[in-house]
């Protein structure tokens, strides 16, 4: 293999473990329809990177209501007077590409008494025919969604086409629906192109019409009355046929924006998050959908930024699905278009190592490779040597040495091997320097691959990294470790919200969800993704030697386990606000605990006493032993069976 396909393949690999694998990508996206599904009476598109399977730095969270009371028609004879629904007629006579005027039909009758009074006061008359104005669409939207709510009400900001709370953290916007494809971006359908879309794919997205957004052309003299239309939808279904090496493009696109680009206060807003998804859709269609593979990850993302440096260059990106529109026309005046050429450039020359700049690729070049993603039938015999096999059961020698290498065969050998499990042999002589360095390095191999091993199990993976950042601390790999720590918070940060909205979903649409669910050949979303506990071995090689384990297996909450993990990482590396910061996060975890336990409540109990044990262990490695004290005052207290030695430890320091 080249040196080019091998660095983009452990680059592919860093970025699935940084912004998330191709199953990650998939529990996002399917947890968001399911929350779609949960509400049937207004329906709901969730978009944005969010709704497209990205959780990254500045991902934004959109959602998109079609408002049940109104349809949109492209002229009067297919308004349909049997829906009762308020019809809506597009008018594009004077509007830019990509924005038009609903009307009422020329002969509309309201004879339901579908426009009540407050309906009407949207309209505006132009021409002597009724339009809806998109600005007093959206504040009559703001009345509705404010006004059951305390005061202030949650959505007080007008931002564009959307509604969004002060903070800025989501925006909402009711949108309209006309269900067929419409005229102006009829040549999408039929234009050449490579291979991509597909015929189905294509067919599937106008089978799903057009929305529109209440927002007009700035500058136009009849903005208020204009409404943009918006392919959401179309570009949501693009966006999930991507393969996962297109979708990481996509995402390094926006990094490099957000993180490096944007960076340079002139800069910032010039370009946009849509822009560089047209960009991106552009290459797919004229590209050969066979380059965009893990091997070529780096080559792909250096042609989209050549593209981008081309379109900012000469001021023209198209619209994707309405070429007339080029989203890059007047966009910056000659100065800025200069600087972000410059900026554009200079971080094409520099490759892939223009990510050394920003917050969420930095450590790319500190990765260690040895982090499995996939273990293979030769690494686990390497890692198995033959002279030991007496510590195996004897059908599992077998199945290691004899039997094919297939899913199920290593699942079974998975579970034997799990932490959870009786007959687990992790549980060596505990770590001892020695002068023979072939030894080292043989029980350094040896531990690395039962360790790996545990790791191919699904439904194992979080306790499994916490494991393997373990070993890799007792090995002095500390910035190896870090890394696997901040993967393993951000795994559970992801599992405990996406599990709550779909817990929330399966209350609000039952029958949908589940059914959404049963089509899934693995309903990844009902599987018991636990972060709460990781069981460890008072002699295992790879425990902290700060932490001395009194009972044969332990059970440690993973929680405060993690955050201790960085303390003691950082610790070693001399970074000191750092090191801080980790014993405040123990210090919340231990007063979240406290507010929540109760005489049953066992588990938080376990969990309250050891962030305290940890709080006090830590604070005794700086030199802090007032705060220490309290730390193993706090957890005796709770350490009622003797868990742990903060008692001993209490008394040392009194």
Known sequence: MSSDKSLSLDFYKYLCQKIGSEEDVRVRRLTWIVCDLGFPEVPQITSGSIGEGLDIKGSDFDIMFIDPLFKVYESDRDVNVRIIKIPLV?????????????????????????????????????????????????????YIMNRDSPQPGPLTTIHGPCLSDKYGEYDLAFCLKCDKWISPAQSWVSRPRTTWPSPELITKITSCGVLFVPIGCKGSSRENLEWRVSFSVAEKCLIYSFSHTQLLCYALLKILLKEIVEEHEDLKGLLCSYFLKTLIFWISEESDPSIWKPDNIIQCFMACLKRLIYCVEYSTLLHYFI???????????????????????????????????????????????????????????????????????????YMLHHCRWTNLARRIFTFFLSPEHDDLELQDSKFQPRSNNKHRYNEYKHIFGKLSIVLSSKTKTIPGW?????????????????????????????????????????????DSVWTLLQKEKIPMLLKTHKLDFIFLGRNWSYIPPEVKLKKRINMIPSLPFAHFLHFLCYYHLHATSSCKESLQK??????????????????????????????????????????????????????????????ARLSCLS
């Open 466 to 510: 916490l494991m393997l950042a373990s070993f890799f601390y007792v090995h002095k790999r500390y910035y190896t470790s870090i890394i696997i720590i901040n993967h393993a918070l951000k795994k559970h940060q992801d599992e405990e919200f996406y599990q709550n909205n779909i817990a929330t979903c399966l209350i609000q649409n039952k």
């Open 586 to 647: 123990l210090y919340d975890l231990y007063s979240l605990y406290y507010d929540n336990v109760t005489e049953d409540s066992k588990n938080i109990v376990l969990s309250m006493m050891h962030s305290s044990f940890f709080i006090g262990i830590g604070f005794q490695m700086i030199g802090d032993t007032i705060t220490a004290r309290k730390g193993f005052q706090f957890a005796a207290n709770w350490d009622r069976t003797k868990i742990t030695d903060a008692a």
């Open 323 to 397: 070429p007339d529109n080029n989203l890059l026309y007047m966009r910056f005046n000659s100065d800025l278009k200069h600087s972000m050429t410059y900026t554009l450039k200079n971080l094409y020359q520099q490759g892939i190592d223009c990510f050394v700049n920003s917050e969420t690729l930095k450590d790319f070049t500190s990765l260690n490779c040895e982090i499995p993603v996939l273990l293979t039938q030769q690494t686990i015999k390497e890692s198995y040597p033959v002279s030991r096999k007496v510590t195996l059961k004897p059908f599992l020698y």
């Open 90 to 142: 597009l008018d594009t006579g004077n509007t830019h590409p990509c924005f038009t005027q609903l009307r009422l039909p020329l002969h509309f009758h309201d004879d339901s008494n579908l426009l009540n009074s407050r309906m009407k006061q949207m309209f505006e008359q132009d021409c002597l025919v009724n339009k809806l104005s998109n600005e007093k669409y959206k504040l009559d939207s703001s």
